[in-house]
Structures are given as structure tokens and as C-alpha cells.
T-cell receptor, first 111, second 113 residues
Framework: DAKTTQPTSMDCAEGRAANLPCNHS???????VYWYRQIHSQGPQYIIH???NNETNEMASLIITEDRKSSTLILPHATLRDTAVYYC????????????FGSGTRLQVQP | ETGVTQSPTHLIKTRGQQVTLRCSSQ?????VSWYQQALGQGPQFIFQ???????GRGNFPPRFSGLQFPNYSSELNVNALELDDSALYLC????????????FGSGTQLSVL
């Protein structure tokens, strides 16, 4: 699975959009980008995933660059409950491989 | 709430002992994966069970073993505990093997003294 690089930490003001970047320059054509988050004292929570098109669901939007070497997770209106560690993961879709979590980005939403 | 429940929530053991952790998967899910999360790090894959068979294993020694039962619940067993086994152990269920979405429980915090 391709390796990902994320900033260690980020701050965001409550009510503003949080934009979390992820670099995956060695991504292969059949690898998807997944985002999970882990709120303190809980297990990771699935947010969204995509292959090459931008994706949106009730939680977030995923923007993937045309060359697919990087992506951005957007939380449109961050709340204090969005404070968490956000993991960007690259993996073959529907594959049998496990998710490989890195260290993620610690997002602190400030009041 | 994901519907995945783990027990116990906390556990203290001493070095050399054995431990069994339990996981009840979400209704309708036939695949269970176990992850180990050391303090300050991301979860690391231990193994996955699909329909009662091991379906993939991470870089963990054989003293980490598991079981999946006909109702798809699962156990993680660790023998000869070492201090470095102290971690949060997470169970995740999915509809099928290789499914994109994993549903995680809140984990069991194991401390080895």
C-alpha cells in the first residue's frame, strides 16, 4: 500500500472549514484514499473514501488532485466534537489487505 | 455507536500471564479484525477472521491468536504477556472481507505490569 504523509497537528476555529491535507505521491491506479478519525477514548470511525473523483457525504468532502498524488479532507463547519486524530489511508479497494494507519493529524477545534 | 462491543474495557495483567479479549461484531457482519494501538501511535493490524477462518495476519508473533465463532463474535488471546503488549486492543467488524468500511469498538485497554 502507498505511504501517506500528513501534518502532525492542526488547529481550526469552531464554525470554520477544516482542511486536512494528505500526500500520497506513490499511489497506484487501483488504490483508494480512505479517511478515518479517532476521537479520544473511542475506536476509529470511517469518514469517507474515494478513487479519483471528489466525494461528499454527510460528514465531509474529499478532494483528490487530478494526478491523485494528494488529497484534502474538508469538514465544512467544524465543531468541538470534530476534535480528533484524522488518519489518511491508501489501500486497494475491496482488497483483503488490512488498513495501515500512520500517525495521523491531530485536529484541535478551538472555541 | 457502531454496534461493536468489546469486553472488558480495562484489564491489568502481569508479565507471563495469558489474556483473552472478546468482541461482539455488528449484526450482519461476518468479518472481524483486531488491531493493537500503542500510546501515541496509529492502530496496527494483528489479524482478520472471516467466517471462522483466519484471513490475513500482520507482523505479530504466534502467541497472539484468535477465534471467531459461528455467530461471528471473536476472541483475541495473548500468551506469555510482555510489558510491550500494554496497549489499546481494537476490534472492528465489516460486512465482508475486504469491505471498505470497518466499524470499530471502543477497545480494551490492557496494562501489563
Amino acid at each position: 500500500d502507498a505511504k501517506t504523509t500528513q501534518p502532525t497537528s492542526m488547529d481550526c476555529a469552531e464554525g470554520r472549514a477544516a482542511n486536512l491535507p494528505c500526500n500520497h505521491s506513490t499511489i497506484s491506479g487501483n488504490e483508494y484514499v480512505y479517511w478515518y478519525r479517532q476521537i479520544h477514548s473511542q475506536g476509529p470511525q470511517y469518514i469517507i473514501h474515494g478513487l479519483k473523483n471528489n466525494e461528499t457525504n454527510e460528514m465531509a468532502s474529499l478532494i483528490i488532485t487530478e494526478d491523485r498524488k494528494s488529497s484534502t479532507l474538508i469538514l465544512p463547519h467544524a465543531t468541538l466534537r470534530d476534535t480528533a486524530v484524522y488518519y489518511c489511508i491508501v489501500r486497494v479497494g475491496k482488497g483483503r489487505r488490512a488498513l495501515t494507519f500512520g500517525s495521523g493529524t491531530r485536529l484541535q477545534v478551538q472555541p | 455507536e457502531t454496534g461493536v462491543t468489546q469486553s472488558p474495557t480495562h484489564l491489568i495483567k502481569t508479565r507471563g500471564q495469558q489474556v483473552t479479549l472478546r468482541c461482539s461484531s455488528q449484526s450482519g457482519h461476518n468479518t472481524v479484525s483486531w488491531y493493537q494501538q500503542a500510546l501515541g501511535q496509529g492502530p496496527q493490524f494483528i489479524f482478520q477472521y472471516y467466517r471462522e477462518e483466519e484471513n490475513g495476519r500482520g507482523n505479530f508473533p504466534p502467541r497472539f491468536s484468535g477465534l471467531q465463532f459461528p455467530n461471528y463474535s471473536s476472541e483475541l488471546n495473548v500468551n506469555a504477556l510482555e510489558l510491550d503488549d500494554s496497549a489499546l486492543y481494537l476490534c472492528a467488524s465489516s460486512l465482508d472481507r475486504g469491505d471498505e468500511k470497518l466499524f470499530f469498538g471502543s477497545g480494551t485497554q490492557l496494562s501489563v505490569l
